[in-house]
């Protein structure tokens, strides 16, 4: 007799055979991994891919899980691999993982408390621990897909607070139009894109996001906020937000929080925090102070699954005055009528049907504990520290910008190349480590200039390890180095 497909008491024995299958292909596929990506090209893995028949005959549970093998696993970039140094992926909490799949297989959605009982009370208890490591008492917030998302439901509590505040009563039609257009959000050029995202999503004017004036760090500079700030109050404009950063993508930069902090409540201007990437320093056991006066912001955006180790997805959008996020709630009678006294999730997320990704940290913290995730990673901030030397010293290699966090800013370029030569090379050297599948880097834009990035979040990763990405970039360089541009040192391979 065919068994169900669907995860049922009757089929529970069948999942757990099959679930312990995959596992086990799993687990000797990370053991033997050797390198973060295959360097198979995107010409075989799009046709491999466009070959497969979606309305074919069913090769049922175990053979399709199977092809997942060739078709995917094999394939895949491996973010635990030493040599992997590319974007703000991290190697995962293995009591984590453990959680994943539970919460798969229950399939609890935390939108309402008749979907998620007691799954409800966990999310708010890690919401409110969040809050009070960041200094709010009383917070409040929700998990969210990301930063992304956190950050555009950040500033629509930001948008609806300046209606509040410079409106008259309940605005609708043409007066709310008008004073909308009327605001702006300031933020650095080195801020998360998700702000001028979703500064269109929220219907804002095309100039809404003004840039304030940053260091030569490219920190917030404090006294350019201010003057900011006091030119849209001259020019009858509204402040709408301000949005501060704790660890910008590319440098890994923090904004001066209490500066900033002060500046905003000189002028009653909403503060948001992006901490999606230093969010991490809340349980460092040496670095807390790096964030100092993130207590004093409006909103916090944290992504759990960079510098807290959690698989994506797991973020969280955190307010000071629970009230705030009350600003979010929209009742339907099929789902969370007002009169409900229920604890309902979906009346402060702009998701409905959300995943009940919060049990993976909760299980993480009950683990391995707050301190020990800190310190995992501060381990990953003095490698970087380390690296930092390490391309100082080297004579083939440029430093261009120092950082508070994970990133290492660098060019190929000996000391007789030229500047142009040196540009030219960096995306030649990203793609040609990409397409050898050795180590993985990025490349950004630093002053108008072309450089690669490694981005460190491996706790587990060592000084060779990343001499040994290093010496790749280097070798690469010069074997595409126009003629007469030799290394100047020898290069050591792994």
Not at 165 to 173: D, M
Request: with cysteine; hydrophobic share 45%.
């Amino acid at each position: 007799m065919n068994l169900s497909p669907l995860l049922t008491n009757s089929t529970a024995d069948d999942y757990a055979r099959t679930v312990h299958a995959v596992v086990d292909r799993l687990a000797a596929q990370v053991r033997s991994c050797a390198a973060p990506f295959s360097g198979e090209s995107r010409d075989l893995l799009e046709r491999r891919v466009a070959s497969v028949d979606l309305d074919g005959a069913p090769l049922g549970t175990d053979a399709a899980l199977v092809e997942i093998d060739t078709m995917f696993v094999e394939d895949a970039v491996w973010f635990h691999h030493p040599a992997y140094a590319a974007h703000l992926n991290c190697p995962v909490a293995i009591p984590a993982v453990a959680a994943e799949a539970v919460l798969a297989a229950v399939n609890t959605s935390v939108d309402t408390y008749d979907q998620s009982t007691v799954g409800t009370y966990m999310e708010r208890h890690l919401i409110r621990w969040t809050a009070g490591r960041i200094g709010f008492d009383g917070g409040a917030g929700v998990f969210t897909s990301g930063g992304t998302q956190s950050n555009l439901h950040a500033l629509f509590l930001a948008r609806e607070h300046a209606l509040a505040v410079h409106g008259s009563g309940i605005l609708a039609g043409a007066e709310r139009s008008s004073l909308q257009e009327r605001m702006l959000v300031l933020a650095t050029e080195h801020s998360h894109f998700s702000v001028q995202k979703s500064a269109l999503l929220l219907g804002l004017g095309e100039d809404a996001v003004i840039c304030v004036p940053t260091d030569s760090d490219g920190r917030m500079d404090p006294s350019g906020l201010r003057l900011t700030l006091d030119v849209i109050e001259r020019t009858g404009r509204i402040p709408m937000a301000v949005v501060a950063t704790a660890g910008t993508t590319d440098r890994g930069c923090i904004d001066p929080l209490g500066a900033v902090a002060d500046a905003c409540e000189r002028s009653v201007t909403w503060l948001h925090v992006d901490a999606a990437y230093g969010g991490g320093l809340l349980v460092s056991p040496t670095r807390r102070h790096l964030l100092d006066g993130i207590e004093r912001a409006a909103s916090v955006t944290i992504d759990f699954h960079k510098s807290f180790f959690q698989p994506v997805s797991s973020s969280a959008i955190i307010v000071r005055n629970p009230a705030d996020l009350a600003r979010t709630g929209w009742h339907a009678d099929y789902l969370n009528p007002d009169d409900a006294d229920e604890p309902n999730q979906v009346d402060t997320s702009l998701q409905t049907t959300r995943r009940f990704d919060a049990l993976k940290l909760w299980t993480t913290l009950r683990a391995l504990g707050a301190d020990r995730v800190g310190a995992m990673f501060d381990r990953v901030l003095d490698l970087t520290a380390a690296v930092h030397r390490i391309v100082e010293e080297d004579p083939d290699l440029h430093l261009l910008a120092r950082t508070d966090l994970s990133t290492v800013l660098f060019r190929y370029q000996p000391d007789d190349m030229a500047d142009a030569e040196a540009d030219r090379l960096v995306p030649v050297i990203r793609a040609a480590m990409l397409a050898s599948g050795r180590a993985l880097l990025a490349k950004t834009v630093v002053r108008g200039r072309p450089c690669l990035k490694l981005t460190l979040l491996n706790p587990d990763t060592t000084v060779h390890d990343v001499r040994g990405v290093l010496a790749i970039a280097k070798t690469t360089g010069a074997t595409h180095a126009r003629p007469g541009h030799a290394l100047a040192t020898t290069v050591v391979t792994r």
